[in-house]
């Protein structure tokens, strides 16, 4: 684990391989470790670059005191990448990560060569989706309020198997192995910083507006919003493609790792 001075903060990341860089940002509750059934395959072909985004593991945040947004994690992200000196890279991010890398090429296309959106996590607003209603919280968003209220109230694990099942479907937390539960818990405060998050809705002139070429990949089986988001930004951003994992949800690159890897190191190649 290395860090690098960012906007006032010590990002901690890894840094492994070598070859073209390829920068990987992490969702919620997660953290660079969540990278580690890929990093095999990828780093024969590539310098891959994972980060941990301000506030989460190794720092232990206490959910309030900082700086928890969208926009910070974004200019972080930008600032990283111009730190590295590496060049333009190539930068792959999932779920909130995928946000987060949507904004990094949003602002600054001229930091990367390709783009990877892993089920970025979101919302439309009614330019992409006219039953959209501005300000109108999600149902997901209330689900993560929920959690959030368990987990400031110190029932970690009532929170997390709250949020994990809104995502995954009933039981999917208590069917987690010891490892990745850790991770969660190592990452359970963040999720008192993302209820104030107030994250911006996706647009279309926001979409229209990526420059890079992109790959937007789902798991086939994902269920909810997430696959809404993905296929509604993919119309929009010109010269995208789209992947689905066979079998897989959400944490599709922990589920299916060969065939996510083989994914994104073709799109890479091309």
Not at 165 to 192: F, H, Y
Request: one cysteine or more.
């Amino acid at each position: 684990m290395q860090t690098l001075r960012v906007n006032g903060y010590d990002m901690a990341y890894l840094d492994i391989g070598g070859g073209p860089p390829l920068v990987c940002v992490h969702g919620s509750l997660c953290d660079f470790r969540i990278w580690s059934p890929v990093l095999g395959p990828l780093t024969r072909k590539h310098r891959v670059i994972a980060v941990s985004l301000r506030h989460f593991f190794p720092e232990h945040w206490d959910g309030h005191n900082g700086s928890y947004s969208i926009a910070q994690h974004t200019a972080d992200v930008i600032d990283f990448i111009e730190k590295l000196n590496a060049g333009p890279v190539d930068l792959m991010g999932h779920s909130r990560g995928g946000h987060v890398s949507f904004r990094v090429a949003q602002r600054r296309p001229d930091l990367l060569r390709k783009l990877i959106l892993a089920e970025p996590g979101g919302e439309l607003d009614p330019t992409l989706d006219p039953a959209a209603k501005p300000g109108a919280p999600s149902p997901l968003a209330a689900r993560f309020a929920a959690s959030a209220e368990k987990i400031a109230a110190g029932d970690i694990d009532g929170g997390l198997s709250f949020f994990i099942d809104a995502l995954e479907g009933p039981g999917a937390w208590a069917r987690l192995p010891a490892t990745p539960k850790q991770l969660l818990r190592d990452n359970a405060m963040t999720l008192i910083g993302q209820v104030r998050d107030n994250r911006p809705p996706f647009s279309k002139a926001d979409a229209e507006a990526i420059e890079n070429p992109t790959l937007f990949i789902g798991g086939a089986n994902t269920k909810g919003m997430l696959p809404q988001v993905l296929h509604t930004l993919a119309k929009h951003v010109k010269g995208s493609q789209i992947a689905m994992i066979p079998g897989a949800t959400h944490p599709m690159f922990e589920q299916a790792p060969q065939k996510y890897c083989e994914t994104v190191l073709n799109f890479l190649a091309e």
